[in-house]
């Protein structure tokens, strides 16, 4: 089939089964979901135009924080005021960035050196991830999750989900600096400290293409130390607001998107992201995650270096 916009012909069965694999690898391990879809219009589908590509990417990666932010919100495991700062913030980064690449990022010879880069980054973030000391860590987190998961429903069961006020996000604070409590436990921080971080992430994401939650984890989890039960709702406000951001700015400087083929990977899309936690079940993520930490490392090497080898040594990495 031809798909006149994306400038390719490609089989859409091979679109759906490519973003079904993106879906289940991004339902089950919840990182690099932006990577893996512009992995496939670079590279499996062969699409040369980098300004329909970037908004293209993030038009898929909105999928999973769409439907998981209200569930977020209900759940009261979300950070609203910061989620808000990141989004403002990332307002500002998406018009900028996307600005940026838009102008000077608009071939594939600039784009995709530097889309490579960050696949870099989010490979060494799944070797990092594998390591015992950070699985242990995540052991820790998991059970933590999973209690109060249980309390909720429980909650829920008796007809008492007021009661989750107790045990959910309560500010006592709002303003330039906020305080909050979350499971009985208190955490401050300053606005300006969300604000500046979803400027810089929004920056980057937009002018790749990418959704941005690679850099967003980290630093609420670890700049601003809020817990992991909070952590994504927050990220996926924020990536929801960045991503239509940039993706409206692409659009009214001049890039299209090839709806047909966004169709088609919107179907794969949610066909994995529904098999992801059903398989999950009887594949060990340490499995996965080391396939994909290979992949990805090698897909680096190719946008990074290729050309540099095939000219060295004349022959194609990827």
């Known amino acids: 089939m031809v798909f006149h916009i994306a400038g390719v012909t490609v089989n859409p069965i091979v679109v759906i089964i490519w973003m079904a694999f993106v879906g289940f690898v991004f339902s ?15 590279t499996i589908f062969g699409m040369k135009k980098a300004n329909v590509i970037k908004p293209m990417n993030q038009i ?11 569930l977020y919100l209900r759940e009261k495991r ?8 990141l989004g403002v913030g990332g307002i500002i980064g998406a018009l900028l960035g996307s600005w940026l690449s838009h102008t000077y990022l608009k071939d594939m010879a600039s784009y995709q050196p530097l889309f490579g880069v960050i696949t870099f980054v989010i490979a060494g973030r799944m070797w990092y991830e594998m390591t015992p000391k950070f699985r242990e860590k995540q052991q820790k987190v998991k059970k933590a999750t999973k ?14 989900m007021s009661e989750i006020k107790e045990i959910g996000v309560n500010f006592s604070e709002v ?26 992430v ?10 941005g939650g690679f850099l967003l984890v980290p630093f609420l989890s670890s700049a601003l130390g809020f817990p992991m039960f909070i952590v994504a709702g927050t990220s996926t406000m924020s990536i929801v607001i960045s991503s239509l951001t940039s993706i409206s700015n692409y659009l009214r400087m001049g890039s299209k998107l090839d709806l047909p083929m966004v169709g088609f990977e919107l179907i794969g899309i949610l066909i994995g992201s529904y098999l992801g936690p059903i398989l999950s079940k009887y594949i060990k993520g340490i499995y996965l995650k080391g396939f994909l930490a290979v992949v990805l490392t090698y897909i680096g090497i190719g946008y990074v270096f290729g050309p540099m080898i095939q000219h060295a040594f004349g022959f194609r990495i990827i």
């Not at 898929?60 to 209200?70: A, H, K, M, N």
């Not at 979300?78 to 700062?85: F, G, R, T, W």
């Not at 929004?202 to 959704?211: M, T």
Request: glycine share 14%.
């Open 175 to 200: 303003g330039i600096k906020n305080t909050f409590t979350f499971a009985g436990e208190t955490f401050r921080y300053n606005t300006l400290a969300p604000f500046l971080a979803g400027v810089f």
């Open 147 to 160: 209690a109060f998961e249980e309390k909720v429903k429980e909650l829920k069961a008796a007809g008492k």
């Open 28 to 42: 089950t391990i919840g990182a690099a979901g932006g990577i893996l879809a512009g992995v496939g219009h670079i």
């Open 78 to 85: 979300l950070v609203v005021p910061a989620a808000i700062s």
């Open 202 to 211: 929004a920056i980057i994401s937009a002018a790749l293409g990418v959704g």
């Open 60 to 70: 898929l990666t909105l999928v999973s924080p769409i439907i998981s932010t209200p």
